[in-house]
């Protein structure tokens, strides 16, 4: 006979092949009206008599979640396909790499109820053992968090085992930033270089790599001297990806207003491209009207623009000098010259200007001892006075 929980909100029962067995309701069936019975198993009566009651402490409390057989495979896939409409298309081919690449082979077979925060652990520590620096392991940890963060919102699980988890640190690389001696010299290696302008805009400008490489004509305003940064040259994150025009970094589509000289570089370049232009003849495609183009009017990729950058630096004695450290010089001598943060963080397109105090920290520290000597000369003066 079946043993009535002494709370009445289910019956237990020993079935003939000895599992112990508690069925309880878990609601109405909202199109027929009638109850939901649910069943849960185990070897003995206590531990039955045991998950019972927890279940029932959560129907009460609303914490309850259905049982449910969706593995992590599953509703990763349902969540890439169903709930990134509202994200960049970058962002979610990111996503849907991390998933297919990393997420699924390792966890996918695991029911999304039985997910524990040692899988995803291990699932770290095993990419960080196989070579995949602390970065990557917490950007794959922002897609599996995410994904499962909207599975607790719609109750299909009540925790999300990923928060618990430790993530590796990771350490900022140190900024290179050029002096004057060496933006001189800077200067005159890249003459006369086919990507002399897209090295020069970028030191002078800060814009990122993608920005100035997505950069259309219709973008450049030379009457009032302005540039609208609203896309970016993005490629797929996988073998050979395509190249696309994507928004700029979080969106942050904004007019700049750069040095008169890095106008005219642009007018001088649209001269360069019409000579380009006139030798291609009928094999010139410029579908999206960029500014910096092959000899066929195709975009230039972002291999294209290092590799000769990379062999300039090291020419020069600065192997280690990146790309993106021209961004970073650009913001050192913004600051050096009297730009404010806030102008400085509109300029460069970041999320808020506490970054971009908290990145140039050092510059603004050494204004900070500067501005403190000027103070300083100009009190010994009113007291001399």
Request: aromatic share 8%; proline share 4%; charged share 25%.
């Amino acid at each position: 006979m079946p043993k009535r929980n002494a709370q009445g909100g289910g019956s237990i029962r020993q079935r003939k092949d000895g599992k112990w067995e508690a069925r309880y309701t878990a609601g109405r069936n909202p199109g027929t009206g009638k109850q939901i019975q649910k069943s849960i198993y185990g070897d003995t009566q206590k531990e039955v008599l045991k998950k019972l009651q927890q279940i029932q402490t959560d129907i009460e409390n609303g914490s309850y979640v259905e049982p449910s057989k969706m593995t992590v495979s599953a509703w990763m896939d349902l969540w890439v396909s169903e709930y990134l409409g509202n994200v960049k298309q970058s962002t979610q081919a990111s996503y849907s790499g991390h998933v297919k690449t990393h997420i699924k082979p390792e966890l996918g077979f695991i029911p999304l109820q039985k997910l524990r925060p040692h899988h995803v652990q291990t699932l770290y520590n095993d990419l960080q053992r196989g070579g995949k620096s602390p970065k990557t392991v917490r950007n794959i940890h922002g897609t599996l968090h995410k994904g499962l963060e909207q599975a607790v919102k719609l109750g299909y699980i009540k925790q999300n085992p990923s928060t618990l988890c430790t993530l590796p640190r990771v350490s900022k690389k140190d900024m290179q930033v050029l002096s004057d001696d060496t933006v001189v010299e800077f200067l005159r290696a890249i003459s006369g270089h086919r990507y002399e302008t897209i090295y020069y805009v970028d030191l002078f400008t800060g814009m990122r790599q993608g920005e100035i490489l997505g950069l259309a004509w219709d973008c450049v305003d030379f009457d009032s001297g302005t540039i609208l940064i609203c896309k970016q040259l993005v490629q797929e994150k996988k073998c050979q990806g395509k190249y696309f025009l994507d928004t700029p970094k979080h969106d942050k589509i904004r007019t700049i207003k750069p040095a008169p000289v890095v106008m005219e570089k642009l007018k001088l370049r649209k001269s360069q491209q019409s000579a380009d232009q006139l030798r291609a003849g009928a094999a010139w495609s410029n579908e999206w009207n960029l500014i910096f183009t092959n000899e066929l009017g195709r975009y230039v990729s972002h291999r294209a623009i290092r590799s000769p950058y990379k062999r300039i630096v090291a020419k020069m004695g600065l192997p280690d000098l990146r790309f993106h450290d021209l961004r970073h010089s650009y913001s050192v001598m913004s600051l050096m010259n009297g730009d404010d943060i806030k102008t400085l963080q509109s300029n460069l397109g970041h999320h808020t200007a506490a970054f971009t105090l908290d990145t140039y920290a050092h510059v603004t520290d050494k204004m900070k001892a500067d501005s403190a000597d000027r103070m300083e000369k100009y009190i010994k003066n009113i007291e001399k006075a």
